[in-house]
């Protein structure tokens, strides 16, 4: 038999232990009300209380000095989004100048509360992202993971946050920040809407399928540019152009081609390469330390490359999170560890 809710199936007891002795009582269907409660929420992890984190004396306090920065909220990645924003408050000059914006599927009253307990001086808000506009859209891709709704939240994220919100950085919840993020929030954008690392080292051609590079007419769009690899993980939008540029239709229209053609196998990566490659504005590569997670398929451990680093990001299968909890880490993974506020976890150096 199936319950339609808590409340249904608490009634079926009640009414059940009427013709029992002794009867069910109050007080025990209130604590069976909170077990079942408890079970239902369990698989939300619960955080230690952060440190308040406070504004120097050198901080400003008008509109202008706001920073505005989006993440998802799913709670197969709450750990990490958790350690994300620690990292960016800790390592901020003026972090309650730092505004979030969080975007969700559904309400959910223990990640809301979850936040608002291990941060409890934080400038947040929060944003449904109705996952019918993207689901007819989504491709089955090379990972489970990379084929949720939320996943493709970030296209949408101009017409979800407030029209008075002119720039925003977009970023992924498997990373720290272990630098003044308002050192990415400066960067000069130019005449470009889309600012992030970009690598024209990599194989560019990796990221659509044979079938792409065979049809004269795909292949094209690229003519006359010079289009290099960029993470859509760590990018900051200047969401006037975008608005104005319609750029949500021109992404979503790519989509709508690889549903047809199936040209890419990359989730939502390679529609914003079709629109922007080649035509954004590059940051410094420290501020994306990425493919720590690994590949796509096997998440195999990764060392770190060269140079500085404002910005680590385990893109790919692998997560510090569970390798930690595997007692199989990678040596990269205890520099995620010192942000984890996971009450109960236990890592290896532990």
Partial sequence: MAFRSLDSLLLLIGLLSLSLQPPLTVLAATNLRFTLNRKLSQNVPVFREAPAFRNGHACGSSTNDRIHLAMTLD???LRGTMAAVL????????????IFHFLWLRFDHDIKTNIKTTFPYLNFKLYRFNSGMVQDKISKSIREALDEPLNYARIYLADIIPVDVKRIIYLDSDLVVVDDIEKLWRVDLQDKVLAAPEYCQANFTQYFNDYFWTDPELRNIFEG??????NTGVMVLDVEKWRKGRYLQKVEEWMVVQKQKRIYHLGSLPPFLLVFAGNIKAVDHCWNQHGLGGDNIEGKCRSLHPGAISLLHWSGKGKPWLRLDSRKPCVVDHLWAPYDLYRSSKHIFD
């Fill in 225 to 230: 540019k010079d289009p290099c690899y960029f």
């Fill in 87 to 98: 990292s960016i408050l800790h390592n901020s000059c003026c972090p309650e100048n730092i």
């Fill in 75 to 77: 709670s197969n990645y």
